[in-house]
């Protein structure tokens, strides 16, 4: 992995496979407690004739996970994964995630709308407009965070968590708490300000998240949904192959 340092001293690992293909970079961010190791079986494929980004948010993988909760917000991810791609050398980039990764894109939509040719939302959601929903969601970010500072597992441990590995898994906690925990509706109030084009992904399993794939395609003016059978959370781990084939249509209709 490469290395990165940002302004406030905390350190990211990201990687750029195939840098001089000719085709638009995609940059990928993973989801909470996974890494970058999520997408390994989807980089071969999406990167034959473009340059694919990865990389580690902060508290995961082989970034750094500072004591300073002031180092985590949604805000610092969204300029981490602008550093990135400034460092990967790419002005204007595919931008997608799975799941908070998925978020994350849309905020980096909202934020740099002129740096995004596309948007891949994998097994995501984009947030509440309900102050109550919120609340609930961040109940349960709290309870995540809480289990994990007690070294107990988090709530359904799927593909992406379980392949996961975390020079500093004490800032898992202070991620979640700090980048996963939502405090506005400014990203689901933007999605009809969305001109780019976006693939929506889903696998049929991932019951959860299978309305909040529904909201995407119907919000987004110019979306477009696949459902990946036999897929759960982590659709690009379960059936690699099938989203492979997805999103390299997708790429190629760009």
């Known amino acids: 992995m490469n290395r990165l ?3 406030d001293g905390v350190t990211l690992a990201y990687r750029v496979h195939n840098p001089q293909a000719s085709g638009i970079p995609i940059l990928l961010t993973h989801g909470f407690g996974a890494t970058a190791g999520m997408w390994d079986r989807n980089v071969d494929a999406l990167s034959a004739d473009r340059p694919v980004i990865v990389w580690d948010l902060r508290g995961h993988g082989s970034s750094d996970a500072p004591a300073d ?3 985590y917000s ?3 991810s969204v300029e981490d994964m602008a550093a990135v791609l400034d460092a990967a050398g790419a002005q204007r980039a595919v931008i997608g995630g799975m799941s908070l990764g998925g978020y994350l894109s849309l905020a980096f939509h909202l934020a740099h709308p002129q740096r995004v040719a596309a948007l891949l939302l994998v097994d995501s959601g984009p947030g509440y407009r309900n ?3 919120r609340a609930g969601w961040n109940d349960w970010v709290e309870r995540q965070a809480a289990k994990l500072e ?3 597992a988090l709530s359904g441990i799927t593909a992406e968590t379980g392949q996961a590995v975390h020079a500093h898994p004490e800032g898992l906690p202070r991620a979640a708490r700090g980048i996963m925990a939502q405090h506005d ?3 689901i109030e933007s999605l009809g300000d969305i001109t780019v084009p976006a693939l929506v992904v889903v696998g049929a399993q991932d ?3 299978l309305a909040p794939a529904d909201y995407l395609q119907r919000r987004i003016p110019n979306a477009h949904k696949v459902v990946i059978d036999d897929a759960g959370h982590a659709a690009n781990m379960d ?3 099938v989203f492979n084939t997805a999103v390299g249509d997708f790429l190629d209709r760009l």
Do not use: N, S
């Open 5 to 7: 340092q940002r302004p």
């Open 131 to 133: 102050d109550e929903a």
């Open 207 to 209: 019951t959860k998240f």
């Open 185 to 187: 509706a400014r990203v």
């Open 69 to 71: 909760m002031a180092h």
């Open 74 to 76: 949604e805000r610092l």
């Open 150 to 152: 007690r070294g107990e």
């Open 239 to 241: 059936q690699p192959e």
